[in-house]
């Protein structure tokens, strides 16, 4: 899948999230003019439809109304040709277009082509958000309005720093986290997000986490604050907050 620029997540915001219009939204914060075509089960077959044409920094909503299916897939072009692509094939057309089933496309004057997926997490709204940055590698960008466990995931990815003691970091890779002091490695282990635990005290999301040697742990962390710089977390049962910044 050609994904250029690197598309990054743009995670929910809980304080607007509330207010939103439930929605399946596409936002492009790309250099340059991008255009955007869908695909979805509606219920009864498949169905793709193109498309939505963004200038820089333009979003539009592809879908309106709360979300009746987990995955959504889509494929997006720019003035030099297919930006992303995937490996679920659609029929679509070089005009505006609905068209109902995915197979024999070109029997049917259409052209095929492969989309990628996204996963709401079974959130009612969503948004993807395409932002170019001077990398070559990566993948695209999702967000929901709520606490779904792929967008928890995508925020956490990279290395963060205790706040607290500089000298403490830790480096997340998908559900896997490596610990370090002074640069010196410590705990390795993994996670799962989870709605909320025993114990906690706010609604969640959470992460259990669960360290390679098995004295320690499981525990579950609170997730109070989440985005693209910071991260604040408490483990149930303890009073101390731990804040982390992205490094």
Known sequence: MRLFPVFLLVLWAATTASVAQAALRFCNETAGQVSVAIGYFDGEDWTS???WTMAAGECKTALSGDLETRFYFWHATDDDGILVEG???FCLSRKVFTI????DCAA???EEALFDRVDTAEERSFTVTLRAEDD???SAAASGDGTGAEAVVAALQGRW???GD????????DRRFADAFGGVPAATGRFEVAATCDGARDSGPVLMVTYEDPSDGPFCWEILELDQ????FRAVGQTAIVSMVKQ
């Open 161 to 163: 720093q205790d706040v």
């Open 229 to 232: 710089q910071v991260w604040r």
């Open 100 to 103: 109902v089933g995915d197979t």
């Open 108 to 110: 049917r004057g259409f």
């Open 49 to 51: 439809e193109g498309w």
């Open 87 to 89: 490996e679920y094939p």
């Open 136 to 138: 070559a590698s990566g």
């Open 166 to 173: 500089p000298a403490f970091e830790t480096q997340i890779t």
